[in-house]
């Protein structure tokens, strides 16, 4: 019988699990949860980018981003706009959709709430070298594009 526990599957979920409950405890501060930070750093790093296609701001667009369903980020986003952290507003370009955006709420703290995750990262990573951090990022950058380059899992 396998020992679970050098399972990589399970050990990559753990470590997942942890680092959010650590950012979801920093949060609770906030009073922001850990999906609304995803929804705000996702909104904020495409502003970064400077992507001027409406399109990409929309409820769909931002839930293929996040690797959500649209239902879960509708009810992410229902809740960011009643805390003030996002806002609708009618797309110009198709009345069907809306287009969310920050608010300034959520602007004036990003930098603080990155440095707060980053230090959480860095906490994680304890103990491990330089090397080795780089070796854990490329491992883990080459698991992300084989999932992207086969979404439904192995060839199914």
């Known amino acids: 019988m396998d020992d679970i526990s050098?399972?990589?599957?399970?050990l990559l979920s753990r470590v997942s699990r942890m680092i959010k409950w650590k950012f979801a405890s920093k949060l609770k501060e906030y009073n922001l949860t850990p999906a609304q930070w995803g929804l705000?750093?996702?909104?904020?790093?495409?502003e970064e980018k400077q992507v001027a296609d409406l399109q990409n701001f929309t409820p769909a667009m931002i839930a293929q981003r996040l690797y959500l369903d649209r239902p879960t980020v509708s009810g992410v986003i229902d809740?960011?706009?009643?805390?003030?952290?996002v806002?609708?507003?009618n797309n110009p370009e198709d009345r069907r959709s809306?287009?969310?955006r920050l608010t300034g709420q959520s602007r004036s703290l990003i930098g603080e709430l990155n440095c707060l995750g980053n230090e959480?990262?860095?906490?994680?990573?304890?103990g491990l070298s330089a090397q080795e951090i780089?070796?854990?990022?490329?491992?883990?950058?080459k698991m992300i594009h084989n999932l992207s380059?086969?979404?439904?899992?192995?060839?199914?």
């Open 120 to 126: 959480i990262m860095e906490y994680s990573v304890t």
């Open 134 to 141: 780089n070796m854990l990022k490329m491992f883990l950058t």
């Open 149 to 156: 380059e086969d979404p439904e899992g192995v060839h199914g």
């Open 87 to 89: 806002e609708r507003l």
């Open 98 to 100: 809306q287009i969310i």
């Open 6 to 10: 050098q399972n990589l599957g399970y």
């Open 79 to 85: 809740r960011a706009v009643k805390n003030g952290w």
């Open 40 to 46: 705000i750093k996702d909104i904020s790093v495409q």
